[in-house]
Every structure is written in structure tokens, then in C-alpha cells.
């Protein structure tokens, strides 16, 4: 109706598409001001109601809200816990190494603490034995990756790689680890672009070594 009101009156309408709000500052004041035109027509007075907000701030507060409710049962749990160790801080954001399905799984499993290496299939009752193939140890997670004899070629290859990754990024010496949570990409003291090159040098590890993990 309005529309045609000001054409009647000779008034040019021109409807034009605009980018939604989201993360646009001058937008998100733009809706903000005409929110508060709107309610103002309406007879709202500001100093009734501070509690007014955009449709964004709204599911900005709600995604904080699901995301500390998260951390908090995950902080409290009292299964996952190896994973916790890797993984500390919740997060949306996906880790992929783009090797094969097969690697990544082995990567994901490493990362849960649920594999087909002896000390879990034992647990499990897979295997009657814990002892890894080497016959040196347990067969652990942590044992495969740094210490089985089995894999020492492959290891090599891994730490050098990392060492590299190190250099190339000019990584201070004293964060310079080669541990289980680094070769996971969890140490927390690391650029992100480093805990996922790392990652994938241990997904390299993965596919060389040929574990049964």
C-alpha cells in the first residue's frame, strides 16, 4: 500500500537486494537504528527495555551458551579422557589431512584412543595378548608412535619431517616437542598451522608404517 501511495504522488520505488548482516558492522548498526525506529513508532522508550537485540547477536549468544555447556560436560566426563588430553577445548572446526579414508580413520582412531593395536583389541578381548609384535612392550598408542622397533624407518622419517616443520616456521626451541599429544596436533602451544602440518606428517607416519591400527 505504501508503494502505491507514493507512486500516486509521482515518487520513483526502486527495491534493490543488499548483503545480509551478518559480521557487516555498518549493517549490523543499519538494522540496529531501524529496530530502534520501529519500536519507537510504537511508543517504546529506550529506557524501557535494554535488552533489545539483533537477530545475529541473538545466535551469537546462544552459540556461546552451547559452546560452554559442551566444554563444561566435556571438562567433567569421566570417559574420554585420553581424548580430552589431545582435545581439551571443544571445537566446530574439522581437521582433515587429506590423505586416504583409510589414513584418516587411523588418524581418528589414534586421536579416540579406540584401535585395533594390542593394549585396546586385548582390552576388548580381540587378542590374547597386549604385547605389541615387536615383542618389546605393550602396544600402546604411545609405543607404536615412538618407540616400536617395527616402525623405526618410518619414525625417522616422521621426526625429520617435524624438525623441518619446525625450522620452516621458525618455532621457538623450548616448544620444539616431538611428544604424543604434538604428533596428534594437540599440543595447544602451537600456531595452528603447525599443529595441522605435524598432523599430517603423523598421517604420513601412518601410511608408511603400515600398523594395523
Known amino acids: 500500500m505504501v508503494i502505491i501511495h507514493l507512486k500516486q504522488e509521482n515518487v520513483e520505488v526502486e527495491l534493490l537486494w543488499v548483503a545480509g548482516h551478518v559480521d557487516i558492522p555498518s549493517n549490523e ?11 519507537e513508532a510504537a511508543g517504546w522508550r529506550q529506557d524501557e527495555d535494554q535488552s533489545i537485540k539483533t537477530l545475529q547477536e541473538v545466535k ?7 559452546m560452554a555447556d559442551w566444554q563444561r560436560g566435556w571438562d567433567s566426563q569421566n570417559e574420554g579422557r585420553f581424548t580430552h588430553n589431545l582435545y581439551p577445548t571443544v571445537s566446530t572446526k574439522p581437521m582433515s589431512t587429506h590423505f586416504s579414508r583409510d589414513v584418516d580413520i587411523k588418524l581418528n582412531r589414534l586421536q ?12 576388548l578381548g580381540i587378542t590374547n595378548t597386549d604385547l605389541c609384535s615387536c615383542g618389546n612392550d605393550v602396544g600402546t ?3 607404536v608412535i615412538l618407540h616400536c622397533s617395527n ?3 618410518a619414525r625417522g622419517t616422521l621426526i625429520t619431517k617435524v624438525e623441518e616443520i619446525y625450522r620452516k616456521s621458525n618455532t621457538p626451541y623450548h616448544k620444539r616437542t ?3 599429544s604434538t604428533l596428534l596436533g594437540q599440543n595447544q602451544t602451537l600456531s595452528t598451522d603447525v599443529r595441522l602440518s605435524i598432523t599430517k606428517a603423523t598421517a604420513s607416519f601412518i601410511a608408511d608404517s603400515k600398523a594395523k591400527i
Open 29 to 39: 548498526l543499519a538494522d540496529k537504528a531501524a529496530k530502534h525506529a520501529a519500536l
Open 60 to 66: 551469537l549468544q546462544i552459540r556461546k551458551c552451547v
Open 112 to 123: 579416540s584412543g579406540h584401535t585395533l593395536l594390542p593394549s585396546h583389541a586385548h582390552k
Open 141 to 143: 598408542i604411545n609405543h
Open 151 to 153: 616402525h623405526t624407518a
Open 178 to 180: 616431538v611428544d604424543l
